[in-house]
């Protein structure tokens, strides 16, 4: 495994707000995290659950219809 760069930022604004930002990158979960924000967000992600919930309908009716 390669080592992963971490980035800690920490920032006062006054006494009462503090703010922290943490950045992780990984060579490997940046591609997942990338196609998962595009299909699972959004009207992309909308659109996919319909058609993914449309086709597994069918499956099942198929299978059903087949050992019925």
Same mark, same amino acid.
């Given at each position: #495994?390669?080592?992963?760069?971490?980035?800690?930022?920490?920032?006062? !604004?006054?006494?009462?707000?503090?703010?922290?930002? #943490?950045? @992780?990158?990984?060579?490997?979960?940046? *591609?997942?995290? !990338? @196609?998962?924000?595009?299909?699972?967000?959004?009207?992309?992600?909308?659109? #996919?659950? @319909?058609? *993914?919930?449309?086709?597994?309908? !069918? @499956?099942?009716?198929?299978? *059903?219809?087949?050992?019925?």
């Amino acid at each position: #495994m390669e080592p992963q760069e971490s980035a800690v930022q920490y920032s006062q !604004w006054n006494n009462s707000q503090d703010e922290v930002s #943490m950045n @992780v990158s990984t060579p490997e979960s940046s *591609g997942c995290e !990338w @196609v998962c924000n595009k299909l699972c967000t959004r009207n992309l992600g909308i659109a #996919m659950k @319909v058609v *993914g919930g449309i086709i597994l309908f !069918w @499956v099942i009716f198929i299978i *059903g219809y087949i050992t019925g």
